[in-house]
């Protein structure tokens, strides 16, 4: 098996998990995950695709820029420049973009903030924070309709290999070292939203 479709297997597994838990309405959402980095190639789910249907043209494999690596009728996600900044600015291996009820509801609420902050939650623990008075802040960054400008504020909180950044009324953009990992941190995410959203419905 080349790596090429290592990485596609990879990435499809990942892409069932998550319309399992019906992450994907509307054909919202994209994933990534990194092929090589000399030259820096990434696949990206086809933009406009159903999700929930696993077929051959899922994903297509784009440059450092987003561009397609060969000729294709297939286009790239809207979103595929975050992508590409992802793998640019860090050693991330994936990164996965979900829109959800939670997590549209938290970053309007919390948007003037320009963060959601969680402290005492047990599954802030994905993210490597193991301090009692720990505090996962997550930015909140507002949803421009022009890709690049969105890019350009989403790359400002490209820190680390890994880590997670909300699009205001848009969804989460997470990554991580590996398709695991990147997993791992939306599922703690969309779990401490959830709670966050009950949490204040109660009040």
């Given at each position: 098996m080349t790596k090429l479709q290592e990485k596609w297997n990879e990435l499809a597994d990942v892409k069932d998990v998550?319309?399992?838990?019906?992450?994907?309405?509307?054909?919202?959402?994209?994933?990534?995950?990194?092929?090589?980095?000399?030259?820096?190639?990434?696949l990206v789910t086809a933009s406009g695709k159903d999700k929930y249907k696993r077929t051959d043209?899922?994903?297509?494999?784009?440059?450092?820029?987003?561009?397609?690596?060969?000729?294709?009728?297939?286009?790239?996600?809207?979103?595929?420049?975050?992508?590409s900044a992802i793998y640019n600015k860090t050693g991330a291996g994936c990164s996965l973009h979900v829109h959800t009820v939670a997590n549209n509801v938290l970053s309007e609420h919390y948007g003037r903030d320009g963060k959601i902050d969680f402290k005492g939650q047990e599954l802030i623990k994905a993210f490597g924070l193991w301090d009692e008075d720990a505090v996962l802040s997550i930015p909140i960054i507002a949803n421009h309709?022009?890709?690049?400008?969105?890019?350009?504020?989403?790359?400002e909180h490209l820190t680390a290999d890994k880590g997670a950044v909300l699009i205001r009324n848009h969804g989460i953009t997470i990554w991580g070292k590996d398709a695991f990992e990147a997993k791992k941190l939306l599922e703690a995410s969309e779990?401490?939203?959830?709670?966050?959203?009950?949490?204040?419905?109660?009040?």
């Open positions: 998550l319309a399992g838990r019906d992450w994907f309405m509307g054909t919202s959402g994209n994933l990534a995950i990194k092929v090589s980095d000399a030259p820096l190639q990434f043209e899922d994903f297509l494999l784009v440059d450092a820029a987003g561009e397609p690596v060969e000729a294709t009728h297939l286009k790239p996600s809207a979103e595929t420049l975050l992508h309709a022009h890709i690049p400008r969105l890019a350009e504020d989403f790359e779990f401490l939203f959830q709670y966050q959203l009950a949490l204040l419905q109660i009040k």
